[in-house]
């Protein structure tokens, strides 16, 4: 199943980034710590990739951290760009983000060059909070429902140092299905994008995998040790939903209030410190995304191409000129 989520106001911020990014000295990208390469938009990257970048891994408090510390040295490691992991809602080292600017953008500062900084990032990953944090006041509304933010806002964080804030933005179509799945379970897409299920038996082997211990710490499901580890997915959300009495008639579970419930835990850390991915896996999972987008797009063309030559349309000779660009 392909998660897919563009609604219509994703479109505008899109062209106001484009209209933005022309006056803008650094762009603050907010990630989630828990999937740092998922929640980074290639959208972003290509409107906005001659600029120098700030990745601020938001929600690090509940992400693992010995994985934090891999994505923090991944990020690093590229060109006009330094990572910064944090909790938006902590105001002492959200005070770090300005002087990262500066780093950054060594040439802007004072009254006849103020700093220009677009802060983005995809919905739902703390960006309003860490911009609340930052100005002191409450200048961008908060909720735990993709899509909060609908307006650019200009915010004036120093004499010299000014903040445009963007709604939360996805990119037109997701080609790594691993990154659809780990934003769905986070929240960043919204509900009628996803089926809650799948997602949560996608969420279930990702823990099963790395962090068995967690899940048998909270559900306490009675099973003999290293038990949960080998589970079928699908076995162990029944037994989830069992043991949380999330029951229809006749015995059966219900899987959705089940599925709900093991996403709510991961959603606000009652699980635990996780993060679903390392640079390593998702550099994995990319490289096959677009290999596979790369075979659709062929076939496409092959269609497209064979239908040309089918209604009679001429194919240009190699080398000639056909008019278009």
């Known amino acids: 199943m392909a998660i897919q989520w563009f609604p219509g106001h994703m479109h505008l911020t899109r062209k106001a980034i484009t209209e933005r990014i022309k006056d803008i000295d650094v762009v603050i990208e907010v990630l989630d710590a828990r999937l740092p390469g998922s929640s980074a938009n290639p959208l972003l990257a290509e409107i906005t990739g001659h600029k120098p970048t700030l ?7 509940v992400a693992d951290p010995e994985r934090t510390a891999q994505w923090v040295d991944w990020y690093n490691a590229q060109s006009d760009t330094r990572a910064l ?20 953008s060594p040439n802007r500062g004072g009254m006849a060059k103020p700093m220009r900084v677009l802060i983005c990032g995809v919905p739902n990953v703390g960006k309003s909070t860490l911009i609340n944090t930052l100005s002191n006041k409450r200048q961008a509304k908060t909720g735990d429902e993709a899509g909060i933010t609908k ?8 004499d010299d140092f000014y903040l445009w804030d963007t709604p939360g933005m996805l990119w037109p179509r997701i080609v790594v299905p691993e990154s659809g799945y780990n934003l769905a379970a ?18 279930l082997r990702r823990l099963q995998k790395n962090y068995a211990p967690l899940l048998e710490a ?8 290293g038990a949960v580890a080998t589970m079928h997915d699908e076995e162990l959300l029944e037994a989830i939903g069992r043991k949380r009495g999330a029951m229809l008639g006749g015995g059966k579970v219900n899987l959705q ?9 991961f959603r606000t850390a009652i699980l635990g410190r996780i993060t679903l991915e390392t640079p390593t896996e998702f550099e994995a999972w990319r490289a096959a995304g677009l290999a596979e987008d790369a075979k659709r797009q062929a076939k496409k063309d092959a ?19 056909d008019g278009t660009d």
């Open 55 to 61: 990745k601020v891994l938001n929600k690090q408090d």
């Open 85 to 104: 992991p944090l909790d938006a809602s902590d105001p002492a080292p959200t005070r770090k983000l300005i002087d990262a600017c500066h780093l950054l």
């Open 151 to 158: 307006l650019e806002q200009r915010i004036t964080l120093a």
């Open 186 to 203: 986070s929240g960043a897409v919204g509900r009628n994008a996803y089926d809650e299920e799948l997602v949560a038996l996608e969420l």
């Open 218 to 225: 909270r559900y306490k499901l009675g099973l003999p040790e």
């Open 257 to 265: 209030k089940t599925a709900e419930i093991v996403m709510t835990d």
């Open 303 to 321: 269609r497209a191409k064979s239908k040309g030559k089918g209604s009679g349309v001429r194919e240009p000779a190699p080398g000639s000129d």
